[in-house]
């Protein structure tokens, strides 16, 4: 009798036990694929997510105090030329594509509303404008910092300019503290202030 009692408990056990850890994979799977809203950026929320930027090109510096882009773009460019503009971050899919240097109907820029924080870019220029006008890229090597208005900053570095690129997540603050990961940064067309909008899709650890 004692037995055939152990015998029922110990099925019973390894049957929970089984049935449990074939949870684990479904929830795991469930939560991978759980869509994100687009205020995890601004939540400092970790993993996937999108976000756009519009340059304001009324910002641009160069080292020498001059800017290229704005109100007309000169093409005063050469490798070697280091750089520092600002920008509005917005929500994934806010901005629109197309528009170009001096374009009367250019999308809109960071006069959009409902920004949800700040970034600034500050660069070496890789190529000349020769080089540039030719199809070289990146054009670029940078570093950006994120700053989101609910708090968290994110920074990343690598190329841009010219193409989708590839870059690192190095680091972040706040919600973001010890970030790491990578973004792809696709550039969408120019904006009214002679500018680039541009998107990044960000995957953090």
């Not at 009692?5 to 089984?18: E, S, Y």
């Not at 929320?45 to 290229?68: E, L, S």
């Not at 998107?199 to 650890?205: E, K, S, T």
Request: glycine share 14%; with cysteine.
């Amino acid at each position: 009798m004692i037995r055939t009692r152990f015998a029922v408990m110990f099925c019973l056990v390894m049957a929970l036990t089984i049935l449990r850890t074939a949870d684990v994979p479904a929830l795991a799977a469930s939560a991978s694929a759980s869509p994100r809203n687009d205020t995890d950026a601004q939540k400092g929320t970790h993993g996937k997510f999108t976000i756009d930027v519009a340059m304001d090109g009324r910002t641009w510096r160069m080292n020498d105090g001059t800017n290229p882009f704005y109100p007309v773009f000169t093409g005063q460019l050469m490798r070697g030329n280091t750089f520092i503009v600002s920008g509005r971050i917005y929500r994934g899919n806010t901005l629109a594509e197309g528009g170009d240097f001096g374009g009367a109907h250019n999308p809109s820029g960071p006069e959009l509303p409902d920004a949800i924080g700040t970034w600034v870019c500050r660069g070496t220029f890789n190529l000349d404008i020769g080089e540039i006008a030719a199809g070289g890229f990146p054009h670029v090597t940078s570093t950006q910092v994120f700053t989101f208005d609910r708090g968290g900053v994110l920074v990343t570095e690598g190329p841009e300019g010219g193409a989708a690129v590839l870059r690192a997540v190095i680091g972040g603050a706040g919600t973001f503290d010890e970030a790491a990961g990578d973004v792809v940064e696709k550039p969408l067309g120019v904006n009214t202030t002679n500018l680039f909008n541009v998107r990044f899709h960000f995957d953090v650890d």
